[in-house]
C-alpha cells in the first residue's frame, strides 16, 4: 500500500526520541494532524514530549518497545509510520524495523552510512510493500529551488565555494558523533545534507580529491557534472574567521556559486512539517533519492588525503597553521 492510499489521522513511533532533531519531527506529526502513540530512546530525557505528545507511550528499553509495536500490530492497531532520528549507524537496522512491522519508514540523514546498504534495503522494501522515506530538507527550501532553475541550463562548469563551521565542545568526540564508525566522520554527520544539496543542482559526481580528512576538520574538491566544489567543513571553533571570532559567534556558513554569494539562513522553521506532507501525500523523497550523497561522503570517507597541493579550500590555510 502507497503512502498516500492511507486516509484519516496517522499512527506514528518514534525511535530516538531524546536526540537533538526529535522534536522537529513530533512537531511535524502534530502539524500535520497525526498521532504519536509511541517514543524509544535509551535516555530518558524526552521532556520535550510533554510539548507535543504527553499521552505517547515511552520507552528506554528497545526490547520493550519492540513488543508493543508487535502487540499493537496484531490488535490490528499497527503503526503507519515509524520516524527514525537515531544514531548514524543503527538507521539501516530501525528501518528494517519499521518494514518489519508493516510500517512506512521516515528516516534522519544520514540514511546508512554505506551505498550497499541501499541495495539491501530497497529489497526489504519490495518484500514488505512498504516505504523507506528520508528528509532532504534543503531540497524543499524556496532559495534552493530557485537555485536549481537558475543553474539547471548553465553553460559550462560553476565554481562553487561552500564552508560550514559549526562549533562543537569536547563531549562531541566522547558520543557517536565522534566515532567514525558509527556517524561516518565529520563530511556524513554535517555534510550530507549540503553534498545532497550540490548534486541536486548540478549533478551527480565525476571525481573527488580530498585534502583534509581529521576528526574535527575535512576539506576536499569534488567535480559534478556541472559544477566544481571546493567544500571546507568543521566542528572546531578555532577555525571560524576571525570577523566571527570577534562577534562570539560559533556558527559559520558561506557558499558561493559562480562568484555570488548565496543566502539561505531564512526559512528552515517548517520545512520537516513540509517534508511529512509531501511523504504522507505519497511525493517524499525515497531512499533512491539519497543514493548519490550517500556515495558522494562515503568515498569521501575512504579516499586518500593528498594533503595541501594545488588548489583547495582558502580556509584550509587556517588549519595549516
Known amino acids: 500500500m502507497n503512502a498516500s492510499q492511507i486516509s484519516g489521522p496517522q499512527k506514528f513511533a518514534l525511535i530516538g526520541a531524546g536526540g537533538y532533531i526529535a522534536p522537529r519531527h513530533m512537531k511535524a506529526i502534530r502539524d500535520t494532524g497525526n498521532h504519536l502513540?509511541?517514543?524509544?530512546?535509551?535516555?530518558?530525557?524526552v521532556g520535550v514530549m510533554d510539548s507535543y505528545f504527553p499521552d505517547a507511550h515511552f520507552f528506554t528499553e528497545f526490547e520493550r518497545f519492540d513488543r508493543h509495536i508487535e502487540k499493537a500490530r496484531r490488535r490490528g492497531e499497527k503503526m503507519n509510520y515509524v520516524s527514525i532520528c537515531s544514531p548514524n549507524?543503527?538507521?539501516?537496522?530501525?528501518?528494517?524495523?519499521?518494514?518489519?512491522?508493516?510500517?512506512?519508514?521516515?528516516?534522519?540523514?544520514?540514511?546508512?552510512?554505506?551505498?550497499?546498504?541501499?541495495?539491501?534495503?530497497?529489497?526489504?522494501?519490495?518484500?514488505?510493500?512498504?516505504?523507506?522515506?528520508?528528509?532532504?530538507?534543503?531540497?524543499?527550501?524556496?532559495?534552493?529551488?530557485?537555485?536549481?532553475?537558475?543553474?539547471?541550463?548553465?553553460?559550462?562548469?560553476?565554481?562553487?565555494?561552500?564552508?560550514?563551521?559549526?562549533?562543537?565542545?569536547?563531549?562531541?568526540?566522547?558520543?557517536?558523533?565522534?566515532?567514525?564508525?558509527?556517524?561516518?566522520?565529520?563530511?556524513?554527520?554535517?555534510?550530507?545534507?549540503?553534498?545532497?544539496?550540490?548534486?541536486?543542482?548540478?549533478?551527480?559526481?565525476?571525481?573527488?580529491?580530498?585534502?583534509?580528512?581529521?576528526?574535527?576538520?575535512?576539506?576536499?574538491?569534488?567535480?559534478?557534472?556541472?559544477?566544481?566544489?571546493?567544500?571546507?567543513?568543521?566542528?572546531?571553533?578555532?577555525?571560524?574567521?576571525?570577523?566571527?571570532?570577534?562577534?562570539?559567534?560559533?556558527?559559520?556558513?558561506?557558499?558561493?556559486m559562480g562568484g555570488e554569494s548565496v543566502e539561505f539562513s531564512e526559512g528552515f522553521t517548517d520545512l520537516h512539517t513540509t517534508s511529512y506532507k509531501s511523504i504522507i501525500d505519497g511525493q517524499g523523497f525515497t531512499i533512491g533519492d539519497s543514493r548519490c550523497a550517500i556515495e558522494m561522503v562515503h568515498g569521501i570517507r575512504h579516499a586518500p588525503v593528498v594533503g595541501l597541493v594545488g588548489d583547495y579550500h582558502p580556509l584550509c590555510k587556517v588549519v595549516a597553521k
Open 89 to 256: 549507524y543503527l538507521h539501516d537496522a530501525h528501518i528494517r524495523f519499521a518494514l518489519r512491522n508493516d510500517a512506512h519508514a521516515i528516516c534522519e540523514k544520514p540514511i546508512v552510512l554505506n551505498p550497499w546498504n541501499i541495495d539491501a534495503l530497497e529489497e526489504v522494501q519490495k518484500e514488505t510493500g512498504r516505504q523507506i522515506y528520508t528528509i532532504l530538507q534543503l531540497r524543499l527550501h524556496p532559495a534552493i529551488i530557485a537555485l536549481r532553475e537558475k543553474f539547471k541550463n548553465a553553460r559550462g562548469t560553476t565554481d562553487v565555494d561552500i564552508a560550514y563551521i559549526t562549533s562543537r565542545g569536547r563531549w562531541y568526540h566522547q558520543s557517536w558523533k565522534g566515532e567514525l564508525a558509527k556517524s561516518g566522520g565529520i563530511a556524513t554527520n554535517i555534510g550530507v545534507h549540503f553534498f545532497d544539496m550540490l548534486s541536486w543542482i548540478f549533478g551527480g559526481q565525476k571525481s573527488s580529491v580530498v585534502n583534509l580528512h581529521q576528526t574535527d576538520v575535512a576539506s576536499g574538491i569534488i567535480e559534478l557534472e556541472r559544477a566544481r566544489v571546493r567544500w571546507f567543513l568543521s566542528i572546531n571553533a578555532d577555525h571560524l574567521p576571525a570577523e566571527q571570532l570577534a562577534k562570539g559567534q560559533r556558527t559559520y556558513r558561506s557558499i558561493t
Open 37 to 45: 502513540s509511541a517514543a524509544f530512546d535509551p535516555n530518558d530525557s
